[in-house]
C-alpha cells in the first residue's frame, strides 16, 4: 500500500510541471512574420499545434527550453487555457449510462456506481499517459475536484483523454473552471454523439466519369481491375458501427477471429480493435467495409458486389452502436491507425455541431499533417435536403480532410432496382421488409412494384442520372467560405454486406446483400478509390498502366488531393436544391462547373488516368520543392497541349491547423495561401478554382487545394510551352506541397524554371498600368486588377453630424463592392444586410442565419481594420473616428450561394428622425 503510494507521489512531482510552461500549451507571438522562427521554435522542442489569424502561434510544450525567451524575435509568450465545450460553460445537462462510454483503465472509484446515469465531462490531453501516469493525473483531478463534488467515476477511451462521471446534479462549468489550470489539457468538452451519414459503383468509380454520362452498366470495364490494381499492399483504416464477422465478405480462410489484436495472416482484417465497446455486429458499419473491400471467402456468388479496393486490409475500430468514437481522435482514433501502417482513413459519419473550429476538426487537421502519406476521408452528411446551404458535417468540414458527397448510381441501375429486381436486393433503407417479401407477388402494381421510380428510370428522368446529385447530400460551402464537399462519387442504391446472415462461407444473392444510400456509402467508395491510386502510384503505374512504367512511390494526402482535383469531372445533370415551400421540396437545378458547393471539384474517375491521348505528371511534396519566407515562390514548365482535350493543372497542400478561436475569421481555418497561376502558350494567364481566364483580383487564397482547367482549343498549338506558378501570399510555416498535371502532356518535359511571376498576371481589366506596377482604374472600378466595383458615396449633413449616403447594391455570391468613404463624413457607418438565393423559392441555409460578408477597411491603401461576419449578424457597424481621410470598405461576399442586399441607414435613421420630429411638432401645435 505504502510502497504504492510513494511510487504515484514520485510520478506526480514527474508530472507537475518544473516550468511553469512545462505541460501546457504556449501562445507565441513574434516581432514579424519569417518561417525560420517557428522552425527554430520546434527544433528546441516545442511542437507546432496551430496559428490563428492574429498571428499567434500555438506551441505545446512538453519541457520548456529556457534558450527559447532569450531570441531576439520572440516577442510574447502566454499559456493558452483549454478549450471549453460552451454547452459545459452554459451547465446544459447531458446524462449518460455509464456502459455507453466504452471505457477501459478505470481507476476510480472500485465500489458500485450510485446513479443509472451520469453528468460528465472529458478532458482531452496534449500527449498520452501511460497507466502509472494516468493513475497519478487521476489523483491531481481528485485533488481538486472532490472538495466541490462527488466524483462517481474515472476512466478513459485511450491513452489521451480522461473521462470525468458526476452525479446528475453537478455543475460541468464549476468542474472545468478548477481543472482549466491542470497541465496537459488540451480541451475539457463532452463529445458529441454522432450521426451516421457495389455492381456499378466499381465500374463508376474505374470509369472516366464523363460529364454527360447518365448510366453505367455493372458489365462495363474495370481498368484498374483489369491492371491487377485492387488495393494489394494498401491498409485502410474505418471506424463505425461494429462488422459482422460471419458474413462471407469477413471470413478468414482458416481459424476464428481474434480481437484487439494484431493480425498477420487474416485475409481482410489487420486489426479489429474492440477497446472501447466490444464486439458490436451493426448494420452500418458492416455495409461501410463491405463497400470498401469486402470479397467473397469462397469466389463466385456476391463477387459481384465485392468492395472497391477487395485487395485491401482493413484496421476497423468498433465505435459501438450508439456511434461514440474516441473524445481524443488524434491519439485513439487516427493515431493508432497510423501505427497500425493505415495509409488511409475512412469515416462515414459526422456532426453538425456548430460552424467554428471544433475539436474533432482540428485532430482530423493535426492527424492529416503528423501523418501526411495518411489520406482521411469524411463523409460530408445528409443534410443538403433539410438544411441547404452551410450543411457539410464536422469534421468533413476541416481543411486538411477529404469531404464526400453522394451522387446517384445511374439510370441503369435504378431500372435494375427498381424495374427488374435484376440485382436481388431491394432498397434497405427505404423499403420495409413486408414490400421486400411481396415485390415478386405483387410487381404489377404500382404501389408494390415501384412503378413511379422506375417508369422515371426508363424515361431517363435526369434525377437518376449518374451525371445529378442526390437531394440529401450535403452543400457547402464551409462558415470561412472554402468549398465543400471536395469530391462526390455514387452514394445512391450502394449493394453491399448485409449483417445478420447465418455465416455460411458461400455468399447468397437473395439474403447477404443490401442496398443502401447516403454519403456514408459514397465516403466507402471514395476510400476503396484512394487505396486503388495509391497502389497505382507505389507500383509506378501512372507511366501507361504497366507495373514500374514510371518510378514508385506512396503518394502524400496533398498528391492524392491534388491528383483527384486534376481528374474529377464536371456533371451535366442536376442537383435537386431544396426550397422553402411546403408543397414541393426540391427543384432540379442545373449543376454549375466545378469547383462549386455542390460537386466539389467533380466527380472522380479513376479511369482518367489510363484516358487515350492522355498522360499524367506527379510532383509530390519531395519533388516540388519547400516555400518559405526565403523562397516564397516556384516556377515549372512542361510541354503539351489544349488542342484536343482540356488541360489540368492542380495544387495541393496540407495546412497548419488553425487556433480553436478561428471559427469568425473570413480565413481562419486556412493559414499558409499559396496560389497557382498558369500562363498558356499565347500569353493568356489563368488561376486556381477560376473559370476561363484570370487577373489578380481572381485569385483564390481560401482553399488548401487548386486547379487551374484550360478548356479544348482547336486552334492551341499541337505542341507548347505552359508555365506554372507556385506563390505563397501568406506564410507562417515552411509548405512543402503537390502538383498534377494531366491532360496531353509530356511526362519527361516537367522542368523547374527561373520565371517569376509578374505582380499583376491578367493585367488590369479596367484600367491601365501604373507606377509599383499597380492598376489605375477606370470610374467605378477597384481591386488589384481593376475588376472589382467601386461605388463612391455621398455626404449628408445633419446640423454638423455628416453621414454617408450610399444606394443599396446586391453582392452575388462570392462577389467584391468597395465603397470610397467622403472625407468629411464624420458618423459612423451601420451596414444592414439581408440574403435572398439564387435558386427561386431556395433555402438560403437553415444553420447559419447571418449575411456572409466581411468588411475591409483601408485607408489610403493600407489595410487597417478586418470585421468578419458572424453567423447571425445581418448588421455591421464601421466606426469612422479612429481613421483619418482616404477611406475605402471592401464588402467581401463569402456566400456561395445567395445574393446579399446591402443598405446603408446611416443617412435613413438620421432622416427618418427628422420627419418624426416635425410631425410631433406639428402635433404639438
Known amino acids: ?63 520548456f527550453n529556457e534558450t527559447i525567451q532569450a531570441l531576439s524575435f520572440v516577442n510574447t509568450i502566454d499559456i493558452e487555457p483549454p478549450v471549453i465545450g460552451d454547452d459545459i460553460l452554459a451547465d446544459e445537462p447531458a446524462h449518460r449510462e455509464l456502459h455507453t462510454f466504452g471505457l477501459s483503465g478505470d481507476t476510480y472509484p472500485e465500489d458500485a456506481l450510485s446513479y443509472p446515469a451520469f453528468e ?105 481491375s483489369d491492371l491487377g490494381v485492387n488495393g494489394t499492399d494498401i491498409i485502410i483504416g474505418l471506424g463505425d458501427t461494429g462488422i459482422d464477422m460471419n458474413h462471407c465478405f469477413f471470413q478468414n480462410y482458416t481459424g476464428p477471429m481474434q480481437y484487439g489484436k494484431t493480425l498477420d495472416n487474416h485475409r481482410k482484417f489487420v486489426m479489429y480493435d474492440d477497446r472501447l465497446h466490444g464486439h458490436t455486429p451493426g448494420v452500418h458499419g458492416t455495409h461501410v467495409a463491405g463497400t470498401i473491400l469486402g470479397s467473397p471467402v469462397v469466389q463466385g456468388a456476391g463477387s459481384m458486389y465485392q468492395g472497391m479496393a477487395p485487395g485491401a486490409k482493413l484496421f476497423f475500430i468498433d465505435l459501438g452502436t450508439n456511434m461514440y468514437p474516441p473524445a481524443n481522435l488524434k491519439t485513439s482514433y487516427f493515431g493508432n491507425g497510423a501505427v497500425a501502417g493505415a495509409t488511409v482513413f475512412s469515416s462515414s459519419w459526422g456532426v453538425y455541431e456548430d460552424y467554428n473550429y471544433p475539436t474533432n476538426s482540428w485532430d482530423a487537421d493535426w492527424s492529416a499533417k503528423e501523418n501526411r502519406h495518411m489520406t482521411i476521408v469524411f463523409s460530408a452528411g445528409n443534410a443538403g435536403d433539410v438544411n441547404g446551404p452551410w450543411s457539410v458535417a464536422a469534421p468533413g468540414g476541416a481543411k486538411n480532410v477529404i469531404a464526400v458527397g453522394a ?42 412494384g415501384f412503378q413511379t421510380t422506375c417508369n422515371a428510370a426508363k424515361n431517363k428522368d435526369p434525377f437518376f442520372a449518374a451525371n445529378s446529385m442526390t437531394s440529401y447530400s450535403s452543400l457547402g460551402p464551409t462558415f470561412d467560405g472554402r468549398i465543400k464537399p471536395d469530391f462526390v462519387v455514387p452514394g445512391n442504391m450502394i449493394v453491399s454486406a448485409k449483417a445478420g446472415r447465418r455465416g455460411e462461407a458461400t455468399c447468397n444473392l437473395a439474403k447477404d446483400f443490401m442496398a443502401k444510400e447516403g454519403t456514408s456509402q459514397a465516403t466507402a467508395v471514395l476510400a476503396g478509390q484512394v487505396a486503388l491510386f495509391q497502389q497505382f502510384v507505389k507500383e509506378g503505374r501512372y507511366g501507361n498502366g504497366a507495373k514500374g512504367s514510371a518510378p514508385g512511390f506512396l503518394p502524400t494526402s496533398a498528391l492524392v488531393r491534388s ?48 484516358k487515350e491521348g492522355h498522360s499524367v505528371i506527379l510532383q509530390d511534396e519531395k519533388n516540388a520543392y519547400m516555400l518559405t519566407t526565403s523562397k516564397d515562390h516556384y516556377s515549372f514548365t512542361f510541354t503539351g497541349s489544349h488542342a484536343n482535350h482540356d488541360l489540368s493543372i492542380a495544387l495541393a497542400w496540407i495546412d497548419v491547423p488553425a487556433g480553436h478561436d478561428q471559427g469568425n475569421a473570413p480565413h481562419g481555418f486556412s493559414l499558409n495561401k499559396l496560389v497557382l497561376w498558369v500562363q498558356g502558350p499565347n500569353g493568356a494567364w489563368y488561376t486556381g478554382n477560376h473559370a476561363g481566364t ?41 509548405s512543402p506541397f503537390a502538383l498534377t498535371v494531366w491532360g496531353q502532356v509530356d511526362r519527361g518535359s516537367w522542368a523547374p524554371s527561373p520565371a517569376i511571376l509578374p505582380a499583376r498576371p491578367g493585367g488590369c481589366k479596367h484600367g491601365q498600368p501604373a507606377e509599383l506596377d499597380t492598376c489605375k482604374c477606370e470610374a467605378g472600378f477597384a481591386g488589384h486588377s481593376c475588376s472589382q466595383v467601386l461605388i463612391t458615396g455621398e455626404s449628408k449633413d445633419n446640423e454638423g453630424k455628416v453621414s454617408l449616403v450610399v444606394d443599396s447594391f446586391t453582392l452575388s455570391p462570392w462577389e467584391t463592392y468597395h465603397i470610397l468613404v ?45 470585421l468578419n461576419a458572424t453567423a447571425t449578424s445581418t448588421s455591421q457597424k464601421v466606426e469612422l473616428a479612429a481613421w483619418e481621410d482616404g477611406v475605402v470598405i471592401a464588402l467581401m461576399s463569402r456566400d456561395g450561394w445567395n445574393n446579399v442586399t446591402v443598405s446603408v441607414n446611416s443617412s435613413l435613421r438620421v432622416g427618418l428622425s427628422s420627419v418624426l420630429l416635425a410631425l410631433l411638432m406639428l402635433l404639438l401645435i
Open 563 to 610: 491528383a483527384f482535383i486534376a481528374i474529377a469531372q464536371d456533371m451535366d445533370g442536376v442537383h435537386p436544391f431544396p426550397l422553402k415551400s411546403k408543397h414541393k421540396t426540391s427543384s432540379n437545378v442545373p449543376i454549375a462547373p466545378g469547383p462549386n458547393c455542390v460537386t466539389g471539384w467533380g466527380r472522380v474517375g479513376l479511369g482518367n488516368l489510363l
Open 822 to 866: 467622403p472625407d468629411n463624413v464624420t458618423e459612423d457607418i451601420t451596414f444592414k444586410m439581408k440574403r435572398t438565393s439564387t435558386i427561386p423559392r431556395g433555402l438560403t441555409g437553415a444553420l447559419i442565419a447571418g449575411a456572409q460578408v466581411d468588411f475591409d477597411v483601408t485607408v489610403n491603401g493600407r489595410e487597417r481594420e478586418r
Open 407 to 448: 451522387a446517384q448510381s445511374g439510370l441503369r441501375a435504378t431500372e435494375d432496382e427498381y424495374c427488374t429486381n435484376r440485382t436481388r436486393v431491394l432498397e434497405g433503407d427505404l423499403i420495409p421488409q413486408w414490400a421486400y417479401d411481396a415485390y415478386h407477388w405483387f410487381s404489377f402494381l404500382p404501389t408494390f
Open 1 to 63: 500500500m505504502w510502497g504504492r503510494r510513494i511510487l504515484l507521489l514520485a510520478i506526480m512531482v514527474a508530472l507537475v510541471a518544473c516550468h511553469d510552461y512545462d505541460g501546457r500549451l504556449l501562445r507565441v507571438t513574434f516581432t514579424s512574420t519569417h518561417t525560420d522562427y517557428p522552425e527554430a521554435l520546434k527544433n528546441a522542442g516545442l511542437k507546432l499545434y496551430g496559428i490563428n489569424s492574429s498571428r499567434h502561434y500555438f506551441f505545446y510544450c512538453e519541457t
Open 120 to 224: 460528465y465531462v472529458v478532458l482531452v490531453l496534449h500527449n498520452t499517459l501511460d497507466r502509472e501516469g494516468f493513475d497519478a493525473f487521476v489523483s491531481m483531478v481528485l485533488d481538486r475536484l472532490l472538495p466541490i463534488t462527488s466524483v462517481e467515476h474515472i476512466g478513459r477511451q485511450g491513452p489521451g483523454d480522461v473521462f470525468i462521471l458526476l452525479p446528475p446534479s453537478a455543475r460541468p462549468s464549476h468542474v472545468a473552471g478548477v481543472l482549466a489550470d491542470l497541465p496537459f489539457v488540451r480541451a475539457i468538452i463532452r463529445p458529441p454523439k454522432y450521426e451516421l451519414h457495389n455492381a456499378y459503383a466499381s465500374a463508376n468509380i474505374q470509369s472516366t466519369a464523363e460529364p454527360d454520362n447518365t448510366t453505367v452498366s455493372m458489365h462495363d470495364a474495370r481498368l484498374f
Open 694 to 734: 484570370a487577373t489578380l483580383d481572381d485569385e483564390d487564397d481560401r482553399n488548401t487545394q487548386a486547379r487551374v482547367r484550360i478548356p479544348a482549343d482547336p486552334t492551341a498549338p499541337a505542341s507548347a510551352t505552359y508555365t506554372v506558378y507556385v506563390k505563397a501570399r501568406e506564410l507562417y510555416e515552411a
